[in-house]
Each structure stands twice: as C-alpha cells, then as structure tokens.
C-alpha cells in the first residue's frame, strides 16, 4: 500500500507551499491532485498579494484591520492577525524562490493599489501574479523531488471513528483505484464555485475536499459566504482582474457615469468587492445597464500601461468577447468567484480542536479556499486569497508534522476500503440511460443556486433554491455515466464531482437560509443590516449518517477591533 | 510590371538554375527586373544569432538602396523573403530606424521604412494573377503530379508574411500548380522545416528530416516536390541520396524551383530552365510535363 | 451554425487499440471556442470523449490539441474561424506525445524534460534577508517568458522532435532561457554549458513551428536564439557535443563571411565550420560535392566580390566598434 506521514490533497498555491514545507523539513511527504499541479487554479488569481512591509511605512496591523473591516467583522481576528504578520516574511519567501514580481526602479518590489485598502500593498507580476507564483512554487516540487500523484481522484477519506487515517483515489489514466495511507491528510482542494452558473471558476472548483471533509464528519462554516467579484465578462464569465480598477480603470453605467460616486465616494471603484457587487447590481436592475452588465472601461489608462501591466486581461476580452480594452469599455457584471466559508480549522490549519472546543476530524488538516480559518469572513480583499494559501498551506504543514510525529498510522482494511469505493463507482456505471445527462443535471443545480443565492438574497428565493437542490438528489443516483471504460474516464468523475457540488450547494443554502441579517457578500432585502447583536457568531452545519443536517455556532473572535460601521 | 530583383546568395552561388530559370520565366510573363546593385545577404537567420544588429543594418541597407530604385522587392528564396520580412517589421519601429539610419547615413543611405517586399510566389498569384499564367501556358501540366514544398521563412511567422491581409498566401504554391494543369499533392511535411539549417549542426536529424519528407511526398504518388525556397532544395536534393540511405529506404523524387516549374508550362526547354542541374535526375518528370531535356 | 467536428479517437480499454475519426454534428454559434463545441459534444452528445480542460480562459494550460493539423489552446481557438467551405474541422490530440485516449496525451516526455533543466533559481547564497535586488525591465522581459503555461502546443508542432526524440524542445528550452536571464540566478556557466549539450539549444532548427503554436506569446525558438548569443557571448565551452562546436563556429564564420564579403560563400561556410582537418567529416560531403560538380553546380571557388563591399565592411566594422564601446 501506498503510505506518506503527510498526504496533501490538491496540487495548488495552498498544497504546493504545504508539501514544499514538509518536503524542506525532510518529512515522507506526497501530493495527489486530480490535475496536474500547474494546471490548478490558483493560476487565475490575477492581480497580486497582500503584505505590509515595514520598511515601506506599512504597518501589518493596518493591514489586519483593513482584512476585518473588509469581513465585516466576520473574520476570526486572531487568524487574521497571524496572516498579516506573517504575510511580510512569506512574500520574501517566495521572491528567494524565484518570483519575479514588477519592481521600482530600485530594484526593490512594486507595488499597486488594491480594493478595500487604505494602502497601496498589493505585490504583482503584471496581472498573471497567481500563475507566475504557481508555476515557480511547482519548479520548488521538483527541486524537492516532491512525490505526486499525478492525475488521481480522490473518491473518499478512509475513517475510523473521527480519525482520518488517509484517502481513496482512483488513478485516472488506469482507472485502477489505491488506498494511500497516511498519518495526516492536508486538504487543499480549492472552492467550490462550479456549484453556480455563471462563475469565474475552473472546471474543476467543484470542492471535492469540502465535501469528503463535510461527509467525514468535519463542519463546513460560513458556506453562506460566496463571494461575487464586480467584473466578470459577460457571458462566459471568466474573471477581469480588480487591479485594472487599482491601475485606475473606470465602473460606468449606460450614461456614462461613474457610479460608484453613489456608493462609496471615497473608495470609488476601490471599495470591498461585495459593495461594488452591489452598486452594479443596483445600477442594472434600475435599468443603467446595458444588456444585463456594466462597462470596464480601462481607456485612459493607455495602451502602454495596458500592455505591461494588463495584458492577460486584454487578451481574454479580445478571445472571448472581440473587445480591445485599449480602445473600448468591456461589458462586465458580477459573477461568483470566491468560496469565503468552507471546513472549518484552526490557525494550524486542523479540523478538530486539540482541546475539544468543537468536534471534527482528527488528523485532518485544510488550508487554502477549501478551508475556512475564517481570515474572510463575510467578504475577502481582493489579494488576500494568494496570501491565505502561502499563509495557511505552510502552517498547516507544520502542524501535520507535528502530529505525524506523534501518532501511528490507521490500521484499516487496504481492501475493505478499495472495495466498497469501486462499488460506488460501479453503481454510477449500472445506472441505465433513462436518467439525467451529468452535465445536465449540474447546470439545473448551477441555475437554481444562481437564481436563489445571489447579489441579494431573501428568504424565499433561498428556500426555493435548497428545495430544488435536495430534489436532485434522486435524480443523481440515477445519472447517467455515458462512458463505461477505465482509462481516463472524465465522464465518471464528473459524476462523482457532482456530488460534491450538490453537498456544497445544500450546504450554501442552508446557511443563507440561516443568516437571519445581512453581513458582507450576504446580502438580504429581507433583513437589510447587520445584526450584531443575534449574529456576531459562525454557522457551522454538520452533516449526519443519513442526509440530515445540524447546525451549530461559534462566535467571532475579536481581538482588537470591535465592530463598527463600514463605509468605503 | 515592374521590380527590383533580389536574387539572393543561393541563386547566385549553390544554385545557379534557380537564376536562370527566373530570369527567363520572368522575360516570358513580362515581369521587368532591375537586379539591387550592391545587395548583400540577408543574413538567413543565422546572422540574427550571433548579431542581429548587423542583420538588420544590411537589411536596411538593402532596402534603401531599392527605395532609391522606387520600385517594390522581388525575392526568389523563402529565407530572403521571411528574414527580410521581419527585420521590416522591426524597423518599423521608428526609434530602432532611427539608431540604424544612423549607421548608414555615413554611406549617404537612409530607409524610410514601409518597403514592399515580395516572393515571385506571390507575385505570381496577386500580381501576374493566375488567369494570367494559364493563358500564357502552352502546355498543360495535367497527369503530373507535384508536391508543394514551401520552406519555413514563407510561412512563419505569418503576421510579419502579412498572410491576414492575404490569405491566398497560405496555399498560393497549389495555385499555381494547379492553374498549370498539374495536380497539388497535399503533404503533411509542406510547411515543416526541410533541416538545412542544422546539416552541420546535427546531420543525423536534418537526414531524418530530409527523408520524411521526400519519402512522404513518393509515397504520395508525386512526380517531384515543387519549392520557392533553394536552401529547402539545397538539402532535399542534394543530401536526398544519403538521408534515404540512413532511413533504409529507396527514394528518389526530384526537387523542383518554382519557376522550372511555371517555364516548363510556358514551353521552355529544360537546359534553359536548368532541369539537368539537379543532383536526383528530373529526366522522367521533365519528360512527363513535356519539356525537352 | 452546425459544424461538423470530426474527432480523432483512441480507446485504451479496447483488445487491440487503434484511433479513428468520428464525426459529430454540433450547433455552434460565432464566437464559440473549440473547447465550448468539445464540452458541448461531451456533455450533450458522447460522454466517453476524453480531453482535459480547466479553466476555459487561456491559463491552465490544459486543453492544447491539433485543429486541422496545427496545435492550438483550444478555449482560446474560435471554431468558426477553422471551418472549411462543408463547415468541417478536425480536431486531434496534441502530436509529439503519445496518446493516451481521445484528445489526452501522455504528459511525462514533457515534464521529464523540463526537470532537466533545472528548472528553478539558483541564485548567490545565503539569502538575503529582504529580496534580491532586480532591474524592472529584466523583470519585465521575464513576465512574456513566464507566460508559458505549459500547455504543450509548441512541443505538438515541433519538427526536430518529430525526428529525435531526445530534443529538450521548446518548452523546456524557454524555461531554461528563463533562468539564464534572470539576473538574480547566478549559476549561468553551469546552465549554458547543459544546454550546449546534444539535444540541447544547437538542435533547434528555427523552422519557428513553436512560435505560431505557443498561444502565450512566449516564442520559444527566440528564447532558443538568445540562448545560443549568450552562449556563445560568454564563450561558454562546447564540451563534448560537436554539434554546439559547428554551431558556434557556423554562425562566427558565417558573420565574418558576410561582414567580408557582402554574400554568402557556401563553400568556404562549410570548409571553415567543419573545420578544414575535419578529414572525416569533409570525406562524408564528397559525393554530394562530386554529384554536383558533375551537374556543373559547385559554388565558384573564388566568389567575386560584390559591387559595394566597401560600404558593407565599413558598416560590420562601425557596428563592432560601437558593440566594443558598449561593453566597456
């Protein structure tokens, strides 16, 4: 059998940094991702990452406390604290491991302005920051030698009790199916954003680890908190970075005005995501929009600037819409892009207290957009998710180590698990054709969570959204998997993908239907303000052996910043 | 119709019937041409290595000197044509003209950038024009079989080649060969790299190269491989025996220059054209098309 | 619009495998991308079409594969534009790399070679505390190198590893060039004197296939070029490979040749690349030479000096000149 101290699940930013961690310390370390790692999608993180540094006048505490203003004082402040501080460091981190990041004329690191912040601290490689930080963070892997399982699906958690002791994966080029063990298992399987239609996500944000954690008995937190980003083309909704807006790029309605002068006239176009999402969304529903959107309009900004420092995004508006932002506004709205919530860990990235504060599952770590610290809350800064993973893959890391160091592997039926896996699987290739198309069957469930959870929300809308969600559920035991081979069967994965989706849309919906006030990207115009009184605290949902879900509580923790009025 | 010729090293030295037959192709379809006095080699990409400085500097210089003539470029090689095109394409750049202009003013040269430059392939299809060809043909080519050959500089990259702007360029050899009766056999090694430029470098590879490409097209059933491009000639022609040789396979496909080609339509005789210059035998292909040897 | 979309296949799973073509009729409208009409077949027609794909908008690097015979990012290739006069397109896997089923090919060739690089920073150690001081404009220059997303396509097209598969390739070349002109990566001597190697940067033949394939703007065979100007700059060591010997000296003489007289002399380029003891060598050129002196095509062993090499001289001289003043 296959069998590591330390398993990360997931090949991205957050997997990457962790494995590279353990790999450093010389621990028996591997990753398993169903891509490869390259191809992840902490590549579409555009626009840069957050640090004060000192030396630059920036103070780490400013930082923070844009960080909690930006949650809406639902970010845990000790979690943010500790991002912050250590965002200094880790940035020269990864500028010692290559990262070219744009620079002064000192040679020093540049940076640029970013949403929500009261100063420029965003560092940035032209607006591909996420893929230049991706591919040289691989080229650490292979330096490391770094074991990975390339192109292998993990299918589930192999438990005993609360203890995870590893994970089922198929292999997808055989379609052979292994157990891997391991005395801990990081989760570092991204968001969950194919749960809606449209989305700036990849195909394959499904949140495969959110739902392997939530069916193993961990909580998913906050999962209400699905953040939409202000520009998303129209149409396919891929993502139009905010630094165009921190270079200095205009928001206009149909008569040409720069709205945002309505709601936030000090941050402008610069305000936290979740209130320009807003402001759009009010402008194209009091009929300002044109065609369902709003205009981007980068123009005088200059081709010069727009080439060196926007490049990516002037080439995906001219591929997919015909649109040279050097010459014209590129129609844009909002679209979701960001997973705030997910499983619930502490600061070291566990999924259960050491102390038994609340219960989850040993041995288990998460870190990354999977995972929730909660450094987020109800609303992240643009710039702080690339910070999140460094941050959290590497303490994670750390604190799987130290608990591989201290306990023996699971003992567990190599055969036993393997098989009960392959019987699952073999059911989705039983079913017969009368049943719905996979892709079908998600494009309903994407639709009804779109239409039911999205800029506003209310109690209705939402309900109608989970009734129809929890409906599929029948309908995907009888989905129908076209592709009955073994080798690289994307059809079957797929399949299994959906269903974590419909756990993660469930789960979404759940928690709206809960947060009885609106906070960050939670927004209600049933209950328009936020309530803190009845709502300074964490939904945890929990889910039971059969389909049933528990909620629980857990309140914020404040350090140093008590909530007050956010205005931008 | 008119152009400044720009017959380039090959024609000049390795291949002499490529001159030759261009010259007396050009007479017969009333092309005039004034031969660049003074021209040098475009450097063939190799220059541009080691000092693309240079490179450009002669290419402007080259340009000039045919401004000064007022009369767009005919080039008769895929390397002349595609290195000239992308140093035209860099000196566009005003700046980067202005730092060259500034080297060749003391020779009392200056370029003022937008220079036509032209392969007589082109030529053939937007000029001259195919109706053109085919009433001045006076033998059908039909029952022969010719692969297009184009050589990499003619095809990329094909922003600078301006193939945008004219899309026939992207299969302007097959017109011609099929305005000339002849049918176009369509092979996958057409655009790929024929391997001369690594002959000294790596000969085993630019043989592997050499052969499937000439084993490709004889398989095909073709009498001969057409190309606008000598060096692509150079080496299918030339080291064909030994690249057959190192593959185990027999093969023996003649390589033909364009303008053979085009004049054997227009009732020349082989020596005028050249076709008893070849290293594999044209014999059967030059009697095919009825030419006389 | 329907588009007929023909599909090149390979099943694994099959006793005796062997690809074909199979066509599919799909409705796309005008500004769908190749991969929007394969999602399209595989999520509404055939689920059993395997190709990898992730993030739809040019990034992840996954979905390279060949349309009408050239490699392309598929999410990044409008099919309306590749469709021919019977609304036909073809669509295969990505060439170079052996298929694994359908549009998936085996990566492994292509990351074994990109480890040979060394693919990651070897700058001057210890750190220091803060970060490496770098010129913007180098940095700059390395973000169009970066933008590789390893997709794949220039690999697909290139012609030398059709022939040979020990070529590093584009792909990897690129990379290596990435580290080679990263100024805060120190280990220059030891990289060039790697990449000077058989299968290494003089293998390349600048048929620029990678460059129209890479759909990054990366133009691997230029990254390749400068490679070779800066190995030869740094008059790094041949090593044992003859072949970055004849390279370095095929492109010094060539220059000296044209900076001489104005045109090339195939002969003497020869002679003087090989180096003129280069018995075994010369011996192996004979029969070509016989064949075409036989056809009265031999180069004339003394070229005549081009009208004008005056000027042509002077300008190779004032250019060195002024090369000499820079460095100093």
């Known amino acids: 059998m296959y069998s590591h101290d330390v398993l990360v699940l997931g090949a991205g930013l957050a997997g990457m940094r962790a ?10 370390v591997a990753m398993l991702s169903k891509v490869y790692p390259v191809r992840s999608h902490s590549n579409a993180a555009q626009g840069g990452i957050n640090a004060a540094l ?3 006048g920036d103070d780490w505490t400013d930082h923070a406390y844009d960080t909690v203003k930006g949650s809406d004082f639902l970010g845990d402040q000790d979690a943010i604290e500790v991002m912050c501080r250590e965002a200094g460091q880790e940035l020269i981190n990864l500028e010692h491991m290559g990262v070219i990041f744009n620079r002064d004329e000192e040679g020093h690191l540049g940076t640029r302005a970013f949403g929500g912040q009261r100063k420029a601290r965003t560092f940035f490689v032209a607006d591909i920051t996420g893929q230049a930080i991706l591919h040289v963070m691989f080229e650490q892997i292979l330096k490391y030698n770094v074991r990975v399982y390339d192109e292998w699906y993990a299918t589930n958690l192999i438990m005993d009790g609360n203890r995870c002791g590893g994970v089922v994966a198929m292999e997808m080029r055989t379609g052979e199916v292994h157990a891997i063990q391991a005395k801990a298992t990081i989760l570092a399987t991204g968001g969950s954003g194919r749960v809606f239609e449209p989305s700036t996500n990849a195909l394959i944000c499904s949140g495969d680890g959110m739902s392997l954690a939530y069916r193993a008995g961990a909580p998913l937190m906050d999962m209400e908190m699905v953040q939409y980003h202000p520009t998303t083309l129209k149409g396919s909704g891929v993502l139009l970075t905010e630094g165009a807006r921190g270079e200095g790029a205009f928001l206009i309605n149909n008569k040409g005005e720069r709205f945002m002068e309505k709601y936030a006239p000090n941050m402008m176009e610069l305000a936290s995501r979740d209130v320009v999402s807003r402001a759009e969304t009010t402008e194209i529903e009091a009929g300002f929009g044109i065609d369902g959107c709003v205009l981007l309009d980068c123009r005088h900004l200059g081709a010069a600037k727009i080439m060196e420092r926007l490049s990516y995004i002037h080439e995906v508006s001219m591929d997919l819409v015909g649109v040279d932002i050097t010459k014209d506004p590129v129609p844009i709205r909002p679209g979701v892009h960001y997973q705030m919530g997910g499983i619930k860990t502490d600061i070291d990235g566990r999924c259960w207290d050491p102390s038994g504060g609340w219960k989850g599952v040993e041995g288990l770590f998460a870190a990354g957009e999977t995972a929730c610290v909660s450094v987020h809350g109800g609303n992240r800064l643009g710039a702080n998710s690339l910070l999140d993973t460094v941050i959290f893959g590497r303490r994670s890391a750390i604190g799987a180590m130290e608990y591989a160091n201290k306990n023996n592997h699971l003992d567990f039926s190599e055969s036993d698990w393997v098989n009960s896996e392959k019987a699952k699987m073999q059911g989705f290739l039983d079913n017969d054709d009368s049943g719905d198309l996979v892709a079908k069957l998600r494009m309903d469930m994407a639709v009804a969570m779109d239409k039911g ?17 929890q409906g599929m559920r029948e309908r995907y035991k009888k989905v129908v998997v076209q592709d009955k081979g073994k080798s690289f069967n994307t059809n079957l994965i797929f399949a299994m993908e959906l269903g974590c989706m ?23 115009t049933d209950y328009t303000t936020r309530d803190d009184e009845n709502w300074m605290k964490h939904i945890l949902l929990r889910k039971g052996a059969g389909d049933e879900v528990t909620k629980e509580y857990m309140p914020i923790v404040v350090t140093q910043w008590q909530p007050e009025e956010r205005k931008y | 119709m008119k152009f400044t010729f720009f017959p380039g090293c090959v024609s000049r030295g390795g291949a002499p019937e490529l001159y030759q037959s261009t010259v007396a192709v050009a007479e017969k379809i009333g092309i005039e041409l004034e031969e660049i006095e003074g021209w040098s080699c475009t450097g063939a990409g190799a220059l541009q290595e080691s000092n693309p400085l240079l490179g450009d500097t002669l290419n402007a ?20 044509q595609g290195v000239m095109a992308q140093a035209k394409v860099k000196l566009e750049d005003e700046e980067y003209r202005a730092e060259i202009n500034e080297i060749l003013a003391t020779e009392g040269l200056e370029y003022t950038g937008g220079i036509e430059v032209k392969h007589m392939l082109w030529i053939m299809v937007e000029d001259i024009g195919l109706d053109k060809i085919k009433s001045l043909a006076v033998r059908s080519l039909d029952g022969v079989f010719l692969a297009p050959f184009y050589g990499c500089y003619i095809v990329r990259p094909s922003a600078a080649l301006e193939y945008d702007e004219h899309p026939q360029r992207k299969v302007a050899l097959e017109l011609v060969i099929k305005a000339l009766g002849a049918t176009a056999v369509d092979n996958d090694g057409k655009t790929r790299c024929c391997g001369f430029p690594i002959l000294t470098i790596n000969e085993k590879n630019s043989l592997a190269m050499v052969a499937k490409h000439t084993g490709e097209a004889q398989d095909l059933g073709a009498d001969a491989m057409v190309t606008p491009c000598p060096l692509c000639h150079l080496n299918l022609d030339g080291f064909q025996a030994k690249a057959a040789k190192q593959m185990g396979k027999q093969i023996n496909v003649p390589i033909l220059h364009l303008p053979q080609v085009i004049g054997a339509a227009l009732g020349m005789d082989g020596p005028s054209l050249g076709l008893n210059k070849h290293i594999i035998s044209a014999f059967d292909v030059a009697m095919k098309m009825g030419v006389r040897v | 619009m329907q588009a007929n979309v023909n599909v090149r296949r390979f099943n694994p799973d099959e006793e005796a495998p062997k690809s074909y073509n199979q066509e599919y009729q799909v409705e796309v409208d005008e500004n769908f991308t190749v991969l929007d009409t394969l999602i399209k077949v595989r999520e509404e027609i055939d689920g059993s079409l395997a190709l990898r794909c992730s993030c739809r908008a040019s990034i992840c690097g996954s979905c390279a594969v060949r349309v009408n015979g050239h490699a392309v990012l598929a999410c990044k290739t409008h099919v309306s534009e590749h469709l021919s006069e019977d609304d036909s397109v073809s669509i295969e896997p990505a060439g170079n790399l052996p298929v694994i089923k359908d549009l998936v090919v ?16 070897q700058p001057s150690l210890p750190e220091p505390e803060a970060e490496y001081l770098a010129p913007n404009d180098v940095m700059l220059h390395l973000v169009d190198v970066m933008g590789c997303i390893m997709c794949g396509a220039c690999v697909s097209d290139c012609t030398v590893l059709e022939v040979d598969k020990n070529f590093l390739g584009p792909a990897a070349l690129a990379k290596a060039y990435r580290f080679v002109a990263d100024t805060r990566d120190v280990e220059d001597d030891k990289r060039l004197r790697m990449y000077n190697a058989y299968g290494g940067m003089w293998d390349c033949t600048r048929c620029g296939e990678c460059v129209t394939a890479c759909p990054k703007g990366v133009a691997p065979m230029e990254r390749i070029m400068a490679l070779r100007e800066k190995a030869m700059e740094a008059k790094i060591p041949t090593g044992s490979y003859d072949g970055a010997a004849y390279g370095y000296r095929h492109s010094q003489v060539f220059e000296d040749i044209i900076s001489h007289s104005g045109r090339l002399d195939e002969t003497k380029l020869v002679i003087k690349t090989l180096g003129l003891f280069n018995i075994p060598k010369m011996l192996g050129l004979v029969p070509v030479a016989m064949n075409a002196a036989f056809r009265r095509k031999m180069p004339p062993l003394l070229h005549p000096a081009v009208p004008g090499v005056g000027q042509i001289r002077r300008i190779a001289a004032r250019i060195s000149a002024n090369k000499r003043k820079a460095a100093k």
């Not at chain 1, 494995?19 to 028996?28: D, I, P, R």
């Not at chain 1, 919906?509 to 960050?520: F, H, N, T, V």
């Open chain 3, 106 to 121: 085996d990566l492994n060739p292509f990351w074994d070679k990109i480890r040979a690089v060394e693919p990651y920073m």
């Open chain 1, 19 to 28: 494995a590279l961690e353990a790999a450093k310390s010389g621990a028996n």
């Open chain 2, 61 to 80: 210089r080259n340009f000039a000197l045919a401004q000064r003539m007022g009369l767009p470029i005919m080039t008769i090689c895929s390397t002349c």
């Open chain 1, 54 to 56: 000192t030396d630059r």
């Open chain 1, 502 to 524: 419909l756990d993660c849309a469930e789960a979404i919906a759940i928690g709206g239907i809960e947060r009885k006030e609106s906070r960050g990207a939670h927004s209600r």
């Open chain 1, 453 to 469: 959870l999205g800029v506003y929300r209310t109690e209705d809308d939402m309900q109608e959204a989970l009734t129809a969600v």
